[in-house]
């Protein structure tokens, strides 16, 4: 009786485990992680922490530009009637204008990869069906077995009478209670697994499609063109200044012996002339890259929904050189937005802003925070305290990538590597508060059992969401600084 009880129960939380419609949105939820992670606490028999790092502080003073000039009467920008084609996606054709037409080849190998997951465990759980009908077969054979005794025991307690009376009573509902489960209940909770599996077949029919389709448009590289607006200038504050109001892609010349280069301009969030440094949205390019690239840059800078211009922003990194080299331009001020998958949005603004060349690994410094997200850049974090929060600060600290430890924890030591664990390149010290170039994790909550290494990998902003919670959308932007 008890394993046949068990079995209930197995079946109950099989049937309860929660399998979403197609239309339905993956949810985040609800569930609050309190377990900062983000740092790596100290071994204080065998390891000493230095928080000290000698960075400059960033560029401050007189700035380039003057306050803006009130609404300068410029009419709408025009575009270029020679078009640029751009290889971009798989692969990269012309690389000093940057990637531009994103093919969604990276999302694919993503979900290739995702595929052969599911597939393994739908094969266990047609298993376990299998199993579940076959055990229900047994206790079938069992419960009749159990009618016909209970019938031999009728006759048996008629001759005898109002001796074994009760005890057939008892025989009786233990008989009708395996009976009902085994003639109602089992056989609806296999057709209710049945048709999970089937459901989930018919997904996985889908995602297979939509690849075939994808693996087809990926055999060339595809080409998009994005017309190239007439208003060009050193960056996007010089063309707002020029006429150029219109958020979306341009091409800039910071310095005339360096070849222009392809950005994002935001010209509309607080008056616009934002260089867009950084953007995540929806996870299509993959920021687990070594140190060229985070040098040079990587991603899609931007593409077109039909609009004939490229309006939208793509997921890019524009690039150490490029960043460091405008934001010495003169005092740089920096915007960083972040969504979470719910929809609300904070930002956090640090009015100067400066990254040092190569030479130096990139140095960070910043100061002069505003905004709501919270300054894990120049504090650490907040739910951390004493050693451990210094050890979450960013500012002072040079850049690192998976094959270029430049951190702050114990140097030299290749298995304490942040950028490694914690899966983007970053300013990291040991190792962070803030993890804009983390993993993207589709929905926001996430687990340790989930990350590569067991540390909080993801999308992180923890004074705001927490370790365990990887944002939907973040991006960076930088201005020169003017009253
Ligand atoms: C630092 O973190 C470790 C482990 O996370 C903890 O045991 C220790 O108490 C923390 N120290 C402080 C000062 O909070």
Redesign the pocket.
């Known amino acids: 009786m008890k394993w046949l009880l068990l079995l209930c129960l197995c079946v109950y939380a099989v049937q309860c485990s929660d399998y979403d419609d197609d239309d339905e949105e993956d949810k985040p939820k609800p569930v609050k992680v309190f377990d900062p992670r983000g740092?790596r606490?100290l071994d204080k028999k065998r390891e000493v922490y230095n928080p000290v790092r000698n960075a400059p502080p960033p560029i401050s003073g007189g700035s380039r530009y003057q306050g803006r000039p009130t609404e300068a009467p410029v009419g709408r920008q025009e575009y270029e009637k020679q078009e640029q084609p751009d290889a971009g996606g798989c692969t990269h054709a012309s690389e000093e204008m940057g990637e531009l037409c994103p093919t969604g080849c990276e999302l694919k190998s993503a979900i290739v990869k995702q595929e052969r997951n599911v597939k393994g465990e739908v094969s266990k759980l047609q298993k376990d069906v299998d199993d579940l009908s076959r055990s229900a077969n047994t206790i079938y054979n069992y419960v009749d077995g159990m009618s016909n005794a209970l019938r031999e025991r009728q006759l048996v307690s008629n001759e005898n009478g109002d001796l074994v009376t009760r005890y057939t009573d008892d025989l009786e509902t233990q008989h009708a209670f395996a009976k009902e489960a085994i003639t109602t209940v089992f056989p609806s909770n296999i057709r209710i697994l049945q048709s999970v599996l089937d459901k989930i077949r018919l997904k996985i029919l889908r995602v297979e499609k939509a690849i075939l389709a994808q693996k087809d448009g990926c055999q060339e590289p595809c080409t998009v063109s994005c017309p190239i607006p007439v208003v060009s200038g050193k960056e996007c504050e010089d063309i707002f200044r020029k006429g150029g109001k219109d958020s979306g892609m341009y091409l800039i010349q910071p310095d005339s012996f360096y070849q222009p280069y392809k950005v994002y301009c935001d010209q509309t969030t607080q008056k616009g002339g934002w260089t867009t440094v950084q953007n995540r949205m929806d996870g299509s390019v993959d920021f687990g890259r070594r140190w060229d690239d985070y040098r040079r840059g990587f991603g899609n800078i931007a593409f077109d929904v039909g609009k004939g211009h490229c309006s939208n922003p793509g997921e890019y990194w524009l690039g150490n050189d490029r960043i460091s080299q405008l934001s010495k331009l003169g005092p740089t001020e920096i915007l960083m937005e972040m969504q979470d998958w719910s929809g609300s949005k904070v930002y956090a603004q640090y009015r100067q802003f400066t990254v040092q060349g190569e030479m130096t690994n990139y140095i960070l410094s910043i100061d002069g925070y505003s905004g709501n997200a919270g300054n894990g850049l120049l504090e650490g974090a907040s739910t951390?305290?004493?050693?451990?929060r210094t050890m979450t600060i960013h500012n002072g600290m040079k850049f690192s990538t998976y094959d270029r430890d430049n951190d702050n924890w114990t140097p030299g030591d290749p298995s304490k590597q942040c950028s490694r664990e914690d899966g983007g390149g970053w300013w990291y010290n040991r190792c962070h508060s803030a993890n804009p170039n983390g993993r993207y994790y589709w929905g926001g909550s996430y687990t340790r059992n989930m990350a590569k290494h067991g540390t909080d990998d993801g999308m992180v902003w923890m004074n705001w969401k927490g370790s365990w919670y990887s944002l939907k959308a973040m991006t960076m932007k930088i201005r020169p600084f003017f009253s």
């Open positions: 740092h606490p951390l305290f004493g050693e451990n």
